[in-house]
């Protein structure tokens, strides 16, 4: 059986983070392990408190999983503390990942910046070359490549800048819709694929960018190249969004398990 190695926080109402991580990768057959790094208080209205993991304690969690069940593919979610980072990167080198997908925030949607100098540091320096995948914001990817992006051409520009100045192959800009029609884009190793809009018919959810992610490195575990992975992904974020569950007082989770849906 093939498994994926989630690296993220834990989200107490289930909806994103670790617990999200391991039912997207059950979903999909695969065998998940996972490394947490920070705990939450949180539901679907709002983060209402953060505990982080400590870094000797993350290393440990590590070593046992890649001595023990060593992962086909490892997704890192949402760290913002530089020690984290550095041990994860450092793991990673250790242990010689092959498939890496990189969903780390390092700038919001609304042009904040979500971590310190030295956790940008190592995410842009360190995580970054070793990725298959970093899955950027238009927000973020404008910061990263020092581009103003407002158009389909601005969009191919600060990937290729982004992977010029960081060395990694591969990028999905989301958010594209925001941008031009014809939606997000992937930069393939220098080739552009671009991927149809979403229109999720006003349905407020909550933990898409994890689920995507996790997908993503699902599919890289089963061999697929990574448009196959990063298309196959995509579709089933929009089924688990189309099937989204009533629950909660903010915005509505992922139907992780729509597949086995009658």
Request: hydrophobic share 40%; net charge neutral.
């Amino acid at each position: 059986m093939k498994t994926v190695l989630t690296i993220a926080g834990s989200d107490c109402s289930g909806a994103g983070g670790i617990q999200s991580d391991i039912k997207t990768i059950t979903a999909h057959k695969l065998y998940a392990t996972s490394a947490i790094t920070s705990m939450t208080a949180q539901n679907t209205t709002g983060v209402y408190d953060i505990q982080e993991s400590v870094p000797k304690f993350l290393g440990r969690q590590l070593d046992c999983v890649f001595e023990d069940i060593y992962p086909d593919a490892v997704k890192i979610g949402m760290v913002s503390n530089g020690d984290l980072l550095e041990v994860i990167a450092d793991k990673l080198k250790k242990y010689h990942v092959e498939h890496m997908v990189l969903d780390t925030v390092i700038i919001s949607n609304n042009g904040r910046r979500m971590v310190g100098n030295k956790a940008e540091m190592v995410i842009t320096s360190e995580l970054f070359p070793m990725a298959s995948i970093v899955l950027p914001s238009i927000s973020e990817a404008e910061v990263l490549s020092g581009i103003t992006i407002n158009s389909r051409k601005n969009m191919e520009t600060a990937a290729e800048t982004i992977a010029g100045k960081y060395g990694v192959k591969g990028i999905l800009l989301k958010d594209g819709h925001r941008i031009t029609d014809e939606g997000d884009m992937l930069y393939d190793d220098g080739r552009i694929h671009w991927m149809e809009s979403y229109d999720p018919k006003d349905r407020k959810t909550i933990g898409k960018g994890c689920v995507l992610s996790a997908a993503i490195a699902c599919h890289l575990a089963k061999g697929q190249t990574l448009y196959e992975s990063v298309k196959a992904a995509r579709g089933y974020v929009n089924g688990a969004t189309d099937r989204c569950l009533m629950l909660g007082k903010g915005r509505h989770p992922l139907n992780h398990t729509f597949l086995f849906d009658n």
